[in-house]
């Protein structure tokens, strides 16, 4: 469902995230029928506008960021490059949705990487004693970043463990949890019972709006249309947390 694939039309995203240059992000054009990873989310929109407008420089910068469920366009990720993150990984589930993640973050100059990652392999392998398989040399990560990554009854136990597992001994994860979605409240159970101590972070309303600001589709006939158009989740309420031991 991603390019390289001649039959797939694409819907081109103009972004400005902070201060920074402006970014050209594309995502597949299903007509309305998409898988998830294949969607622009309102939970990762609003913790990449939350890191980009300058909270990610203090959280972020000098840190090596991994982020969890990242779906074709990887945009807290693209938030921690530009926040000063030493080394920053995009990861989905998905192969697909990880070629077109890299994909949108070389086309924008962004020294990031996109890799495959199963949370149940990681899981298992925790279970085992064993550590995770490195990605770009690193078993351990100093931000672990999810938004939105839960949304089957299955998925809280397997992301909390895979969370577990990577996040390095005094590191931090932060989330963007929509309220409203299956199995949210299952993980949070499942991030306190392995001892993470959850935060709320408070987002000012004006951030929430500038979000929808960040970005245009721009439309193969001319002309721009707003986020909501083409964001899934978009009247969902999401909150941000950050969790520590």
Not at 171 to 196: H, I, N, S, Y
Request: glycine share 10%; proline share 6%; aromatic share 4%.
């Amino acid at each position: 469902l991603f390019p390289p694939h001649p039959s797939i039309p694409m819907k081109s995203l103009s972004f400005q995230l902070g201060d920074c240059a402006p970014l050209t992000l594309e995502l597949p054009d299903l007509g309305g029928t998409s898988e998830t990873g294949a969607s622009l989310w309102s939970a990762g929109l609003l913790l990449a506008t939350y890191l980009a407008e300058g909270a990610g420089t203090e959280l972020l910068s000098g840190r090596a960021v991994l982020e969890l469920g990242c779906g074709a366009v990887a945009l807290p990720t693209v938030a921690a490059v530009r926040s000063g993150a030493a080394l920053c990984v995009a990861t989905d589930g998905c192969e697909a949705a990880v070629r077109a993640a890299a994909a949108n973050l070389q086309v924008n100059g962004l020294a990031a990487e996109a890799h495959v990652l199963d949370w149940h392999k990681v899981r298992a392998a925790a279970e085992e004693g064993k550590e995770a398989s490195p990605l770009a040399g690193r078993s351990r990560w100093d931000v672990v970043m999810v938004a939105d990554g839960v949304y089957t009854s299955d998925a809280p136990p397997a992301l909390a463990a895979c969370i577990d597992a990577l996040l390095a001994p005094g590191g931090c994860v932060l989330g963007a949890l929509p309220e409203l979605r299956e199995g949210q409240a299952d993980f949070v159970l499942e991030m306190r019972r392995r001892g993470f101590v959850a935060k709320e972070i408070v987002v000012p309303d004006s951030l929430r709006s500038r979000a929808w600001d960040a970005g245009r589709l721009q439309r193969a006939e001319g002309g721009q249309a707003d986020l909501r158009d083409l964001t899934a989740g978009s009247e969902t309420p999401v909150l941000l947390v950050q969790w520590q031991r």
